[in-house]
């Protein structure tokens, strides 16, 4: 027993010794490694233009330049400004445009004397129907937002409102201003106070006197706080529109005096917009509520004084006009009727048209369109507008970033968007690709133009085509700029996702460009989730801020710069991206 209690000891002592040993063998103990490096993020702020205002709480800036613009009585200094306005504009990245407009329709072959201007209203009152019929069938949209012109702010009511209504001035076939409820008009030799002499005898659809005491009161009502008009900066160049109420007098029956507070060159493009059209005072203040200013023409039967008045209105799927014989150019509409479908389906509008239950179809499926080309019933007409996607300034994507950061994100994603895809395969009718927001062609207000193709824009519009991966190099450094990770693929870390829905109204061309953006996108591994609105609700959602990136165009409303930039103001009822809100 001892003799094995020794060797059990005897084999522990070795094995102590080789522990020992082994300890006494170990190597220098290693320097710790270094822990991998980390990569700086870029600086946003080498990323911003020098125009760069913070859109949320630097924007009085952008107020005042546009205020300054107006009261320049320097035309060329006034372009200038303009110029610069727009510098700032697009220095933040909430607007990025993607086209220029033109407009597409179809129409009958037996349809004649319709014609559309610049800015994409269109004019049925002389229309002429050779298939013997006494009724014009059209197509021009879904329900309408409002018939109240003061009220109005979209394309399809804007020609709803040129056919019902009247103003002092129209436009001919020619694109031109012409006298309209007007015979015309002195200006005072500093340029500020017109005088303006109404046709005798005008009359609203019930055969009641018309008077410039009309005008004189839905001027002052497109103004006053409780009408909300989203177009009531349109006044804002007229002498006590800082004080609250424009100076405009009904000096008698046919005489209307209004003060401007510095010349304005396009009084006329003014004169003829639906903001500054008639509404009876009367019909107004009978069924005024002060959370519905629009209620008085919400139905069929309401007074107006254009060419026809809506005596059918069957809510979200047809309306009916009559010729109004009180009209001023009554003699001149032979046409007696117009139907209205009432639908935003490209699909079944296109049906409805082969079939022949309309004769006028104001959009065309996507897919149809290159089949149409050759077709004489299909119209392309040019129109000065920039078709644009918008960010709202204020949406939670840019929660706890800066100012510059917010804008780096933004750029990221303009530079993404192939818009020569977008031109070629989804407008298909000869659109450019935009790289700014006024459009090609716009006259500057001083005898020239304010932009061609052959001036520098903004950002390359074909850079994703021409240098795709130093495009896609410059996002992702604008994403890193903008507090954002990426995995070594390239794409978004996991750490620092971007998920973002899209706002759109349902039309194939809209939801096309939307699932294109989204495409353009997910090669960071951006999410983009599209989410489409019925028209009216669409609408109201961008007006009040409930969008972070949303579908949107601008139709010029007159030949001027400074309607493409006024209505970026803080107060503008069309400023979606919220800027200084």
Not at 271 to 297: H, I, L, N, Q, S
Request: hydrophobic share 40%.
């Amino acid at each position: 027993m001892k003799k094995l209690i020794a060797m059990l000891l005897a084999v522990v002592m070795v094995f102590a010794l080789c522990a020992c040993g082994a300890k006494e063998a170990a190597p220098a103990e290693q320097p710790a490694a270094e822990e991998p490096a980390v990569e700086e993020a870029p600086d946003a702020a080498d990323y911003v233009d020098e125009a760069f205002l913070d859109p949320l709480t630097e924007w009085a800036t952008y107020d005042e330049m546009i205020a300054q613009i107006k009261a320049e009585t320097d035309y060329a200094k006034r372009t200038e400004l303009m110029h610069e306005a727009e510098d700032v504009l697009m220095s933040n990245y909430c607007v990025i445009p993607i086209y220029y407009y033109n407009d597409i329709y179809l129409m009958k072959d037996y349809v004649s004397g319709v014609y559309s201007n610049a800015f994409a209203t269109k004019f049925f009152m002389y229309a002429k129907l050779s298939n013997g019929s006494d009724t014009f069938r059209i197509n021009l949209s879904s329900e309408p937002d409002y018939l109240d012109p003061a009220l109005n702010s979209s394309v399809d009511g804007a020609c709803l409102a040129a056919n019902t209504f009247s103003g002092l001035y129209t436009y001919n076939a020619d694109g031109k201003c012409v006298p309209a409820c007007a015979e015309g008009y002195e200006v005072s030799a500093d340029g500020l106070t017109y005088t303006v002499t109404l046709k005798s005898d005008l009359k609203w659809s019930d055969g009641s006197a018309l008077t410039a005491a009309d005008f004189e009161y839905s001027w002052k009502r497109a103004t006053a706080e409780e009408t909300a008009a989203d177009y009531e900066y349109m006044f804002s160049g007229f002498d006590g529109y800082d004080a609250g109420e424009i100076n405009v007098t009904a000096v008698d029956d046919t005489t209307l005096v209004f003060v401007l507070t510095a010349p304005c060159a396009y009084m006329e493009d003014l004169m003829a917009f639906p903001t500054f059209y008639p509404v009876c005072k009367a019909c107004v203040e009978a069924k005024a509520t002060a959370d519905a200013p629009g209620a008085w023409c919400q139905e069929a039967g309401f007074v107006s004084n254009g060419a026809y008045v809506c005596t059918e209105w069957n809510h979200d799927v047809s309306m009916k006009y009559t010729k109004n014989p009180y009209y001023w150019d009554a003699e001149n509409v032979e046409v007696e009727n117009l139907e209205f479908m009432l639908s935003a389906d490209d699909t079944a509008i296109f049906a409805a048209y082969n079939a022949g239950d309309i004769d006028f179809a104001d959009s065309v499926p996507t897919d149809a369109i290159a089949d149409l080309l050759d077709d004489p019933e299909f119209y392309i007409v040019d129109e000065l507008g920039t078709y644009y996607v918008a960010f709202n300034c204020k949406s939670a994507i840019f929660e706890g970033k800066t100012p510059e950061q917010a804008a780096c994100i933004r750029k990221a994603f303009s530079i993404l968007i192939d818009r020569d895809y977008i031109c070629e395969n989804v407008g298909q009718t000869g659109q450019v690709a935009a790289d700014a927001f006024i459009p090609l062609g716009m006259a500057d207000g001083n005898g020239g133009v304010f932009k061609t193709a052959d001036d520098a824009g903004y950002f390359d519009a074909y850079g994703i085509n021409n240098d795709y991966e130093g495009t896609v190099a410059l996002a992702i450094e604008l994403l890193k700029a903008g507090g954002y990770k990426f995995d070594d693929d390239g794409t978004l870390s996991a750490e620092t996702p971007i998920q973002i829905t899209y706002l759109t109204n349902p039309s194939s061309a809209h939801v096309a460009i939307a699932e294109s953006i989204q495409q353009d996108l997910a090669v960071l591994g951006i999410e983009l989730s599209i989410q489409q609105q019925d028209w009216n609700v669409f609408l109201e959602e961008r007006k009040q801020g409930n969008f972070d990136f949303a579908r949107e165009g601008w139709i010029a409303d007159f030949n001027d710069p400074i309607n493409m930039l006024e209505m970026w103001t803080t107060d503008s009822g069309n400023n979606d991206c919220q800027f200084g809100r």
